[in-house]
């Protein structure tokens, strides 16, 4: 929750202030190879914006997107339980609206990969809703 003093109260995004935690959703399929993942998300429960209708957010696409990173390295590296990966960088790009909370996939397609001290560095690119979100993100899994 992000407390907002009383004379921008006005200005406070219920959204932004805490709204985003009510947020839920299920990953209903998931699929890994060699190079690549793809999770087909669905959203249980959503904040209600003030119209009622729903659209994706840039919190859960990186959340959503970390769940991802972490079950492509674990896959990868033979994990019998989650890690602790870190991000190193993301970025996103919204190019339309995602308005649809059933069947959101999320693809990330590894470009490369180097060793660093206690683990791999990963970057690679997203896409989210056939182009919805489009970006790139960097990771480091350990190993040691």
């Known amino acids: 929750m992000l407390a ?25 399929d998931i699929a890994v190879t060699r190079n690549a993942a793809r999770g087909r998300f669905r959203m249980i429960r959503q904040f209600e914006t003030a119209a009622g ?22 896959r990868q590296h033979g994990c019998e339980e ?15 609206p995602v308005t649809e909370p059933g069947d959101i996939v999320i693809r990330l397609r590894i470009r490369f990969r180097r060793p660093v001290p206690g683990g791999i560095h990963y970057v690679g690119d997203l896409d989210v809703a056939d182009g919805g979100f489009t970006g790139r993100i960097g990771f480091t899994f350990p190993t040691a």
């Open 53 to 74: 209708q729903f659209e994706l957010s840039v919190p859960n696409v990186i959340i959503w997107t970390l769940q991802l990173a972490e079950i492509y390295g674990c």
């Open 4 to 28: 907002i003093p009383e004379e921008y109260d006005a200005f406070g995004s219920a959204y932004l202030t805490g709204g985003y935690h009510e947020d839920a959703a299920s990953l209903d």
């Open 82 to 96: 989650a890690t602790r990966i870190t991000l190193r960088e993301i970025s996103l790009k919204s190019l339309r």
